[in-house]
């Protein structure tokens, strides 16, 4: 059974700087692409960055330069640092998993495992 259990959204102001973590509990295949995804109230869900198990990045244009996304296979543990956050960051921010190598993609159907959520204000 995996589980991913997302820590550290909150309120912030323009300008400030989160940084949410994903713990995966369960996970058996280090070999597993992970994503954040976040969906504001009204709105799709939508990828925000996606890592590879070798630790290569994607991200959307909007966060880019501005999200850092990042990963501990032996914690089996997915971070996201978000710098420089605006207003239209606000959403709910979930972590994803998939038992693939590359991700590929920033669509959620193509992702097996989620977080439960973490709310991010920025106000």
């Known amino acids: 059974h995996v589980q991913l259990v997302e820590s550290g959204g909150g309120s912030v102001q323009p300008g400030g700087s989160v940084r949410l973590s994903c713990a995966g509990v369960g996970v058996r295949d280090r070999n597993s692409c992970m994503a954040w995804f976040r969906q504001a109230p009204g709105k799709e869900r939508e990828g925000v960055a996606s890592?590879?198990?070798?630790?290569?990045?994607s991200y959307t244009d909007s966060v880019k330069g501005r999200f850092t996304a990042s990963r501990d296979n032996a914690k089996n543990t997915l971070y996201l640092q978000m710098n420089s956050l605006k207003l239209e960051d606000t959403a709910m921010y979930y972590c994803?998993?998939?038992?693939?190598?590359?991700?590929?993609?920033?669509?959620?159907?193509?992702?097996?495992?989620w977080g439960q959520g973490t709310q991010v204000t920025v106000s």
């Open positions: 890592i590879d198990s070798d630790g290569s990045t």
């Open positions: 994803a998993s998939d038992p693939r190598y590359y991700c590929t993609s920033h669509v959620a159907r193509d992702y097996a495992y």
